[in-house]
């Protein structure tokens, strides 16, 4: 498990480890620009000439202090600095100093047009970018983009994305690797920004973890994000040998509409190949004999569109008897948007006291009938994507993408609900401020279906014992380890949303205490 953190996070730790526990700045500095000269040694000769670009903060100041070093090593090294250089923090002036006092000359950025340029080191922008990036600083970005350096390594954060977001503020520099300080930047786990940050090294330069717990919860009003990596596979529960199906749980999956049974079908098989004892797929009376034939491991129940409409007291009570026996439900893959998927809703969110993950038309119903969600309640796991959550909050989809992670804890927080909203970087919101961003899967998995098999995985994690937001995060985590196994096997081409649910096994078996 890691800790992500935001520009205000990163920047409260920053003044209690130098404020509080009385670390001088310059000691924090000197280690980071440590770490960004090792990594520029890493790929530059003597030969190459290294520029370092800085602006006149704390990041210009690691900067400055990098350059330095490479300097002192007798590497061909530039500085150049962007912005007013008399304007720069305490720490960039006496950055500035002991580079001159060593023989270092630091020009203005206009002065690197014409000079060649083998490995950059991006120090215009760290945590601290809060604007748009204009004017000259634009001007000095677009000539470092148009150099195309070799090698472009980015102090603590790409110059230009934002250390929360992950957006670019107007324009970004692209970075073969990032070195950044104490923790990853929420704005490095998020899309674009991960686009840009290259491979990103977390590196320690004597931050204690005291620092975060001691400024948890300021600003924000929640904590820090988290993501997951291979060694939490071991928090899926192990399966007891004395067990039987019904120790597993029993997942029902509402879901498929007239002609539509695949999202049915991939969501249980994927709720099977989970874990699940007993999954029952609860449909149109059309869809029986296709889906009997494709999964014949699945219980099939179904209903007829009139039966719904005409006789809403029978059905109501068929319903009630389902929910009574599921331990799980999912709610909405295929449904259609026929006007009777509203009742369906309506009766399956009042009669169930289990979790319930609605994705897909059970979303698109509640987005157009608002009242639904007087009917959430704790056990409630939404997993819309980009569409569904601009649908479900009124807003733009460009709305939602500037702040995926505002928009999931709030969702999450005003109903009191677990939200999965998805993206290429998948963003998990739980009820009480949880924060996770997923770092698993690839762009094999942007293909129909793949959001069906999402939910029969968090079903099926559900059904076999965790808690509905720890199944919604290690569910996010899991598909995307399953889509990383299913490419590796069948290529990034050519993956289907069933190879997907196939390779979930595979995925689960890494686990570390298997
Ligand atoms: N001692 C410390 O405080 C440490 C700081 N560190 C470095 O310090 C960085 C943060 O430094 P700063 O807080 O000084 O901020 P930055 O160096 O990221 O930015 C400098 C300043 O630019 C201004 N600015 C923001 N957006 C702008 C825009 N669009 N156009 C023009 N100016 C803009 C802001 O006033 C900001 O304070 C980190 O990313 C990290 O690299 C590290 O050295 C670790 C230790
Ligand atoms: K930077």
Redesign the pocket.
């Known amino acids: 498990m890691r800790t992500l953190v935001t520009?205000k996070q990163?920047?409260a730790i920053?003044?209690y480890?130098?404020n509080t526990i009385g670390v001088?700045?310059?000691v924090?500095?000197e280690?980071?620009?440590m770490w960004v000269a090792r990594a520029v040694e890493e790929t530059a000769g003597k030969a190459d000439v290294i520029w370092a670009v800085c602006?006149?903060?704390?990041?210009?100041?690691?900067?400055v202090?990098a350059a330095r070093m490479l300097h002192l090593k007798g590497y061909k090294t530039s500085l150049f600095v962007v912005?007013d250089p008399d304007r720069g923090?305490a720490?960039?002036l006496a950055q500035s100093a002991i580079a001159r006092n060593l023989g270092m000359q630091m020009r203005p950025w206009q002065e690197a047009a014409g000079e060649d340029c083998v490995v950059l080191i991006d120090?215009?922008?760290?945590?601290?970018?809060?604007?748009?990036?204009?004017?000259e600083?634009r001007q000095c970005m677009e000539m470092l983009e148009a150099r195309h350096a070799a090698h472009t390594v980015a102090?603590?954060?790409p110059?230009g994305i934002h250390?929360d977001t992950g957006q670019v503020?107007?324009m970004a520099l692209k970075a073969d690797v990032t070195v950044?300080?104490?923790w990853e930047k929420m704005g490095t786990a998020l899309y674009p920004g991960r686009a840009y940050a290259g491979t990103v090294r977390v590196c320690d330069?004597g931050f204690p973890e005291s620092a975060l717990d001691a400024v948890r919860d300021q600003e924000e009003g929640y904590g820090y994000g988290l993501t997951y990596e291979s060694s939490d596979l071991c928090l899926i529960p192990d399966r007891p040998a004395y067990s039987n199906k019904g120790t597993f749980g029993k997942v029902l999956i509402a879901a498929g509409s007239k002609n539509m049974c695949g999202a049915a079908y991939l969501s249980a098989l994927a709720a099977y190949r989970t874990g699940a004892g007993l999954v029952k797929l609860l449909t149109v009376e059309e869809n029986r004999q296709i889906l009997q034939e494709r999964l014949p491991e699945a219980i099939i129940a179904t209903y007829t569109s009139d039966q719904l409409i005409q006789g809403r007291e029978e059905f109501k009570k068929m319903i009630e008897e389902q929910m009574n026996w599921a331990d799980v439900v999912v709610l909405g893959p295929g449904l259609g948007s026929e006007p009777y998927v509203e009742y369906l809703v309506e009766d399956i969110l009042t009669s169930a006291f289990v979790p319930v993950i609605i994705d897909a038309d059970g979303l698109n119903a509640i987005a157009g009938h608002p009242y639904l969600t007087t009917y959430f309640t704790e056990n409630i796991i939404i997993t819309p994507h980009l569409g569904e959550m601009a649908r479900l909050i009124g807003e733009s989809i460009d709305a939602v993408k500037e702040n995926l992670t505002g928009a999931a804890l709030e969702y999450a927080g005003r109903y009191g609900i677990t939200c999965v909203l998805k993206d290429a970087a998948t963003v998990v919101a739980g009820k009480d401020g949880t924060l996770y961003v997923n770092s698993s899967g690839n762009s094999a998995m942007a293909k129909a279906g793949s959001g069906d098999v999402l939910t029969g995985i968090i079903a099926g994690l559900a059904a076999i014992g965790m808690e509905e937001e720890q199944a919604a995060l290690m569910g996010v985590y899991l598909h995307g380890r399953a889509g990383e196994q299913a490419a590796g096997k069948i290529g990034q081409h050519s993956l289907l949303a069933s190879d997907l649910a196939d390779c979930i096994g595979a995925a689960m078996k890494s686990v570390a205490h298997e």
């Not at 602006?55 to 900067?63: P, R, V, Y």
């Open positions: 520009a990163m920047k920053d003044a480890t130098i001088p700045s310059m924090l500095m280690r980071a620009a602006g006149t903060g704390n990041n210009g100041a690691d900067g202090a912005g923090t720490e960039f120090a215009v922008f760290g945590v601290g970018l809060s604007r748009p990036i204009e004017g600083y102090v603590d954060i110059s250390g503020m107007g950044t300080f104490g330069i």
